[in-house]
Nanobody, 115 residues
Framework: QVQLVESGGGLGQPGGSLRLSCAAP????????MGWYRQAPGKQRELVAA???????NYEDSVKGRFTISRDNVKNTVYLQMDRLKPEDTAVYYC?????????WGQGTQVTVSS
């Protein structure tokens, strides 16, 4: 079992920035593919960004050029840098870890973009 702990959500201004962090205290962290998902009220959970253990990244179209996913395999942490925020980025953001047939989720952190 891998317990994922997210932090960094909160209120952001349109055009502003927030950074999310997800700590995964496991010595196998570098082998997990990590992702950030989000779920807005009344909508399905969607993949926002993902990064493989080897560092390959992919992004949902609406966040390309604005969000950056990265990982630190020494600190066992994955980050989501969110720039040029838009009100439609408002959602609960979830960290995800996949590997060896396992799939783990964090508890979620609220991001609200509003002036």
């Amino acid at each position: 079992q891998v317990q994922l702990v997210e932090s960094g959500g909160g209120l952001g201004q349109p055009g502003g920035s927030l950074r999310l962090s997800c700590a995964a205290p496991t010595r196998f962290f570098s082998g997990y593919d990590m992702g950030w998902y989000r779920q807005a009220p009344g909508k399905q959970r969607e993949l926002v960004a993902a990064i493989t253990g080897g560092g390959s990244r992919n992004y949902e179209d609406s966040v390309k050029g604005r969000f950056t996913i990265s990982r630190d395999n020494v600190k066992n942490t994955v980050y989501l840098q969110m720039d040029r925020l838009k009100p439609e980025d408002t959602a609960v953001y979830y960290c995800n870890a996949k590997g060896w047939g396992q799939n783990f989720w964090g508890q979620g952190t609220q991001v609200t973009v509003s002036s």
